[in-house]
């Protein structure tokens, strides 16, 4: 199984995500190819709202940036793992900006997807993802379930399933490595 790791850390240096990312990374590399990229040592411009990518060169973004990189290594994937420390109660700036630069894999026609207006896949086979996060000191529930609606949202327009949340304060990298290996 190949696996892309899409770290939206925003701190540089040794702290404690990118640690546990590390371990999670090497208990994966085990028994799938990984693919782990840090956005913070990357350039990622914000989508623009151009929609080049939609109608003047469909399915190729105008922004001459790192993501070409991130969308090739994405959808050669069979899970996708968005990893971030929550920040203000969301996933960080970084992650939600390389997020907003996938409606360049989806097309602009609309199709009906579970009763809602979704758009219409771009590419036969999506992979889907999991989310890694690192709690705030003041996390809670409500917090938690924000972050679960909007990603389980993208996962539905982006035609793949959401398989997992998992937080660095309570599960270990072995458990979430064991999980991905019997999805």
């Known amino acids: 199984m190949t696996i892309t790791i899409l770290n939206g850390n925003m701190q540089t240096g040794e702290n404690g995500f990118d640690s546990f990312l590390q371990n999670f990374e090497i208990l994966l590399k085990k028994n799938h190819a990984v693919n782990h990229f840090k956005l913070n040592q990357m350039d990622i411009r914000q989508c623009k709202g151009c929609w080049d990518c939609w109608w003047k060169t469909p399915g190729i973004c ?24 929550l920040m203000v109660g969301f996933t960080s700036s970084l992650l939600k900006k390389m997020t907003d630069r996938f409606v360049t894999l989806i097309h602009p026609y609309i199709i009906l997807n579970e009763g809602e207006c979704h758009h219409r896949k771009r590419y036969e086979k999506y992979p889907d993802f999991g989310l890694l996060i690192e709690k705030e000191h003041d996390t809670d529930d409500d917090d938690m379930a924000i972050v679960k609606d909007i990603y389980d949202r993208f996962a539905l327009n982006f035609h793949c399933k959401l398989r997992f949340i998992r937080t660095t304060d309570i599960d270990k990298p072995q458990d979430i490595a064991y999980e991905i290996d019997n999805i």
Do not use: E, G, N, V
């Not at 922004?63 to 070409?68: A, H, L, S, V």
């Not at 990189?69 to 990893?83: K, N, P, Q, V």
């Open 62 to 85: 105008s922004i001459k940036d790192d993501m070409p990189r991130i969308f090739s290594a994405a959808m050669r994937s069979d899970i996708l793992i968005f990893a971030s420390p």
